[in-house]
Nanobody
């Protein structure tokens, strides 16, 4: 599945952004677990949030719990990441990804397809 992320930009600390990831190429995200990941300069790519294909089960890294919300709209073939109360340490390139894995469905290694990233910069 081909993925395209959008919605990144420059925002002040405390602000909000909503990232979108749309699938194309004739595939539906309905069969995929979907995730958002981020990679800051000099750091490894890590999971931010993930949502299971059952549309109910979600996962968040501790540092974003209560601030970020992942959601999906299978009819629109899109997954979202609503980011509130942004902090400078949230600055990174954000990637969306899709997984067909049963286990490790919310990990970097468990992802099958990756989109190009979108840069989020949070100024202090």
């Amino acid at each position: 599945v081909q993925l395209q992320a959008s919605g990144g930009g420059l925002v002040q600390a405390g602000g909000s952004l909503r990232l979108s990831c749309t699938a194309s190429g004739g595939r539906t995200i309905r069969s995929y677990n979907m995730g958002w990941f981020r990679q800051a300069p000099g750091k490894e790519r890590d999971v931010v949030a993930a949502i299971h294909k059952n549309t109910i089960t979600t996962y968040y890294v501790d540092s974003v719990k209560g601030r970020f919300t992942i959601s999906r709209d299978n009819a629109k073939n899109t997954v979202y990441l609503q980011m509130n109360s942004l902090k400078p340490e949230d600055t990174a390139v954000y990637y969306c990804a899709a997984s067909t894995q049963v286990s490790h469905w919310n990990t970097v290694d468990g992802m099958n397809s990756w989109g190009k990233g979108t840069l989020v910069t949070v100024s202090s």
